[in-house]
């Protein structure tokens, strides 16, 4: 069997369904190509292990394989997240335990049919940038080995980029899911807190931890957290998606940049930072420099105050054991028993009050942009300097949980030394799709290889032709057809309810098309009608959370149906009560309500 590597998701789903009857001697060949001295990996699946997944799959995916679209996929496991029946060490030997049930992340991606092939290596106790951490070695940057992977989530970002498996999962606290994928050149996808219940991850600041994802493509990160979340009442700190927030950030958006960002003296991460700024730009993005001293002052806090306690909580017992604990590891959460309960009090208040400035400073802007981190370091380098080396990598990332923030990581243009580099977006909570949907232009707008991998070993860049996102449950699809369309008096009631424009389509050919009579604004009215013909209308994308207030204020004789598209699809729309055709002017012949009235402003001239 030809090596597979680099595989997407879409490339794994085509390569499973002409091998699925051979699916789980294929899968341990695949694995059995794996180096033996590959540190990335803690634990990999045993062949009895691979194959009581693929036996509590295969008959269910057999009657039905729509209901499984990750099944035969494999992916990897940060090794602070349980997997049922199998070990759990945190990188910490002394602390291993075997694991009674999936996380729960893990469990809904084997329950759409994906395969876990292995545990992976990370910073101890997810604590650390860098991904030197561990008993079980430094793991290496997978473009260079002289450099870090970076961290906690080394291992994950590591297997990811050298495409021996299509996404795996990490863990965010301080920046662990973006830091390590900005070094090895793929995606990492921080959803907003709750989204991806922490039921069965070793915590690490409870309060501020969340799963992550790293993929090749940010269609696959998305997709594969959409799989994976959703509200888990098994976990204190699940939240329900508010269902408020825009399905995509708009075609020429306005960011916000750190005013004097700081790459600690490393002027080939500064050259790198502008490149991706001017790349940002040939696409259609407005950059706006803001004071970024709130986000510094409360990235100093994450270490520097009493939240290093939380910590402290979690690791507990194995404390009294520092000779069985990374000494760094064990220096900085020991360093949580000097904080009392007031001083964890004055630092929640402080927290609060700095992510206020900070959200209102975003409230302006469609996203931050920022650099995933200033700079890198070679493993010599963090020997010398573990603990303010590991701190410069947080620069742009130890403030996001704790201001609620969704972030994205991105590959960006390669500094001038062939190492990688990187951006990341940050939005409000709720705002991971919004972000993702940029995501998708600007890896379709940049050539860059998949991971770690050559383009001329893959053939291909990092999206292909047809990437998207999965389709969302926060949104209803409306279609206006009139006093709502863009540029038209209404359309502000879409644009008020973070309403985005999709595309502009036909209905179906069975409509009838009138302009209605004594109406301030004109609005028309569409009617089903055998002898209908196919009218221009505009589709957009309406938060549910707004929806109810929008549809609250179409006035009668208008109301919200279904309407169906040229292409088939139903979509919700406007539609009218016959009895409000007498009087009106039949304008079906004009194709829609734009040609309508531009014909009758001609006429008026």
Known sequence: MAPITGYTLRDWQDWIRQNAASIS??????LDSFLPDDNAWIYLATPAQLQIQIDQLLPAYQRNPDA???FGIPFAVKDNIDVADWPTTAACPAFKYIADDDATAVARLKAAGAIVVGKTNLDQFATGLVGTRSPFGAVKNSFNASYVSGGSSSGSASVVARGLVP??????TAGSGRVPASFNNIVGLKPTKGWLSGKGVVPACRLNDTLSVFALTVEDAFNIASLAGGFDKNDAYSRINPASAPATLPDNPLFAIPENPTFCNDSIAEAAWLDALNELQAIGVTLHSIDFSAFKQLAEQLYQGAWIAERTAVVGEM?????KMDPVVHQI???GGNYSAIEAFKAEYLRAKLAREIQLTLTKFDALVVPTTPTIRTIEEIKQEPIRYNSEFGTYTNFTNLADLSALALPAPFRADGLPAGITLLAPAW??????????RWQQHLTLPLGALPIEKTGKTFVGDGAELSQSEQHIRVAVVGAHLRSMPLNYQLISRKAVFVETTQTASCYQLYALANTQPAKPGLVRSAEGAAISIELWDIPLAYFGAFVAEVPP???IGSLELADGRWVKGFICEPTALNGATDITEFGGWRNWIISQEATDV
Do not use: M, V, W
């Open 25 to 30: 001697a294929l899968l341990q060949q695949h």
């Open 333 to 335: 959460i020991a360093s």
């Open 68 to 70: 499984f679209p990750l």
């Open 557 to 559: 004789p208008l109301g």
């Open 431 to 440: 705002h991971d799709r919004a972000l993702a949907s940029f995501g998708l």
């Open 167 to 172: 996404f795996a999962l990490g863990t965010d």
């Open 319 to 323: 404390l009294n054991f520092p000779e």
